[in-house]
Structure formats: structure tokens, C-alpha cells
């Protein structure tokens, strides 16, 4: 069982940028597909952006598309999520996990909160 630490969230004004890291420790990590979650108030868990295991291929939400980048380090078990332009919309806990289930148990995320 991976334990996933997120961070780099924090107060942006509307149209500034975030970085987001998530560090994966406790077991082997490039081999698997990674992808970014969100979680705002009052609302379900949702898809942001997933990167495949090279790193070579990724997919992103209709709302963050060209906006948001997702990357990974495969030597150093992370992957980051780029976020430019970001609009009040984009206020959430984000969360790193595998792409696909079963997934690790959830980290604590990082909160991202826009203003207008």
C-alpha cells in the first residue's frame, strides 16, 4: 500500500498559477498509470487529468483542458500538475491516486482555492 502525499495548493487570485505535487512512497511507481483528482464543497470526486506510465500520453477534463499540465518523475516517484490560468471554478482539494481501480487509499490532498 502507497502512501500519497499532495502539496503545493494554496490562495491564487483568478488567472495565476499553481503547481502541484504528489509524492508516491511504499512501493514501485513507474509501471502505472497516475491522474489527478478534485474534490470541491458539496460535490463528488472528480477526474482531472491522468498520465500514462512513460509519461508519453495524457488526458485531461473538458473544463481544465488547456489550462491545466500533468507530468511525471518516475525517478523520483512524483507527478505534478501544472495549473495556469485558474478560475474560481477550480477551487478544490486536489488528490493524486492511480488511474484506474483499485486504487491506494487516499492522501489528506491540497487545497486550491481561486478568487474572483
Known amino acids: 500500500q502507497a502512501q500519497l502525499i499532495e502539496s503545493g495548493g494554496g490562495l491564487v487570485q483568478a488567472g495565476g498559477s499553481l503547481r502541484l505535487t504528489c509524492v508516491a512512497s511504499?512501493?514501485?511507481?513507474?509501471?502505472?498509470?497516475w491522474a489527478w483528482f478534485r474534490q470541491a464543497p458539496g460535490k463528488e470526486r472528480e477526474f482531472v487529468a491522468t498520465i500514462n506510465w512513460t509519461g508519453q500520453r495524457t488526458t485531461y477534463a473538458d473544463p481544465v483542458k488547456g489550462r491545466f499540465t500533468i507530468s511525471r518523475d518516475n525517478t523520483s516517484n512524483r507527478v505534478y500538475l501544472q495549473m495556469d490560468d485558474l478560475q474560481p471554478e477550480d477551487t478544490a482539494v486536489y488528490y493524486c491516486?492511480?488511474?484506474?481501480?483499485?486504487?491506494?487509499?487516499w492522501g489528506r490532498g491540497t487545497q486550491v482555492t481561486v478568487s474572483a
Open positions: 511504499g512501493r514501485a511507481f513507474s509501471s502505472d498509470d
Open positions: 491516486n492511480l488511474a484506474t481501480k483499485p486504487q491506494f487509499r
